[in-house]
């Protein structure tokens, strides 16, 4: 009887033995399987980005976008047509708003550099795939005139139709790249306000502004150029939530656009003529080195 039972525990032991070798030859092989899969992932996601111009569809993220660098284009760009007949298109922007380039960068292709003794970096576009698909996203939106005839001169070399641009409506991601650009937003002291400003040296741009944004122009007799500036408190107010929340900022502005609520609210509170030691001073201290470290990025 004792025999019989040794002999059927060894017989359960064995079953048991191979069960589990085989339930560990089947987990080596699933996580096999499984890491090969990933690898393959890896590779086909490390193979499609390869430096060439992303689809640039007509998908309203798209649509915002390129108004946005239409805009951009318009205050800081630059297309040039060589005498070699090479088109190229530049934008300079300062360092603390490398993020814009990349954007671009990464829909378009091209190469983003330290301009050499400066504190600015050259976004530079200049083989034809990348060329083709940006005139193509920008098309019907670029509204400098000297743009325009830069523009031009490029469409004209490959057959392309150059389209007129629309009038600006509100809603358009235009001015958002156009405030990137040349815009800035500062407040003062003293008078207690708030100022959204954009230099141009061509009115014809500006004018569309004042129509719908409200504010007014000024000439800057010194620098040949003109000023749009906003600064009562609900065309601010209007442009923050109204505007800018739909078509975002891209550059380091948007912070100081993102703090405009929190400055009328203390300044409501009288936290800036509140004593340096007082709780609603320090508040207002800290919000003054939060301001302004923006501008030293």
């Not at 798209?62 to 090479?86: P, V």
């Not at 014809?204 to 409200?214: I, K, R, S, T």
């Not at 400055?263 to 003529?273: K, P, Q, T």
Request: hydrophobic fraction near 40%; proline fraction near 2%; glycine fraction near 8%.
């Amino acid at each position: 009887m004792l025999v019989g039972i040794s002999e059927a525990i060894r017989s359960l032991s064995t079953c048991l033995l191979l069960i589990t070798r085989s339930h560990v030859l089947y987990s080596l092989y699933t996580m096999m399987t499984d890491s090969d899969s990933q690898l393959a992932t890896i590779e086909d996601t490390t193979n499609s980005n390869n430096g060439s111009p992303k689809a640039n569809g007509d998908s309203a993220e798209n649509k915002k976008f390129n108004e946005w660098l239409a805009g951009l284009i318009d205050g800081e760009g630059c297309f040039q047509l060589s005498k070699q007949g090479y088109a190229s298109l530049e934008i300079v922007m300062e360092l603390r708003d490398k993020h814009c380039l990349y954007q671009i960068k990464d829909k378009f292709g091209g190469s983003v550099k330290l301009r050499a003794g400066v504190n600015h970096l050259r976004y530079r576009l200049h083989h034809k795939a990348g060329i083709l698909n940006l005139i193509n996203a920008v098309n019907g939106l670029i509204r400098n005139p000297v743009r325009i005839l830069q523009l031009a001169k490029i469409c004209d070399k490959y057959g392309i139709n150059l389209i007129d641009p629309q009038p600006l409506t509100f809603n358009s991601g235009w001015f958002a790249g156009f405030f990137d650009s040349d815009g800035s937003i500062y407040m003062n002291e003293l008078s207690g306000q708030l100022f959204i400003t954009v230099s141009q040296k061509n009115r014809f741009l500006l004018d569309a502004l004042v129509e719908l944004y409200g504010g007014t122009i000024y000439v800057m007799v010194k620098q040949g150029a003109f000023k749009y500036t906003v600064f009562k408190k609900d065309d601010i107010l209007s442009l923050v939530n109204n505007y800018f929340s739909v078509n975002p900022s891209r550059s380091e502005k948007r912070v100081r656009l993102n703090k405009v609520e929190k400055f009328y609210e203390l300044r409501r509170l009288h936290a800036h003529a509140a004593t340096p030691n007082s709780v609603l001073g320090k508040v207002w201290k800290n919000f003054q080195v939060k301001w302004n470290e923006v501008v030293k990025k």
